[in-house]
Nanobody
């Protein structure tokens, strides 16, 4: 059973930075496509960033140039570095792991960008 635990969310001023972490247990994330998604109040969940098992990355247009997804195989952890945060980045952020055997979600971490 794969478990994903997100951390690193919080309240930050506009223009500030946060780094989210997603720690995977039960299976090495190197065998999975790992993604960060977010869901703002009243909106659908959307893809923010993705890193494939081959190391390719993909970003939503709204975060290109500001967010960076990366992974640490030794720690079995995927990160989302978020810079130049905007109020519209406020949402619950979720980590998703897609293996051949199935798809798993973390419980989410809240990011609030506000002055």
């Amino acid at each position: 059973q794969v478990q994903l635990v997100e951390s690193g969310g919080g309240l930050v001023l506009p223009g500030g930075s946060l780094r989210l972490s997603c720690a995977a247990s039960g299976s090495a994330f190197s065998f999975a496509d790992m993604g960060w998604y977010r869901q703002a109040a009243g909106k659908q969940r959307e893809l923010v960033a993705l890193i494939t098992s081959g190391g390719s990355t993909k970003y939503a247009d709204s975060v290109k140039g500001r967010f960076t997804i990366s992974g640490d195989g030794a720690k079995n952890t995927v990160y989302l570095q978020m810079n130049s945060l905007k109020p519209e980045d406020t949402a619950a952020y979720y980590c998703k792991a897609s293996y051949i055997s199935g798809t798993y979600w973390g419980q989410g971490t809240q990011v609030t960008v506000s002055s």
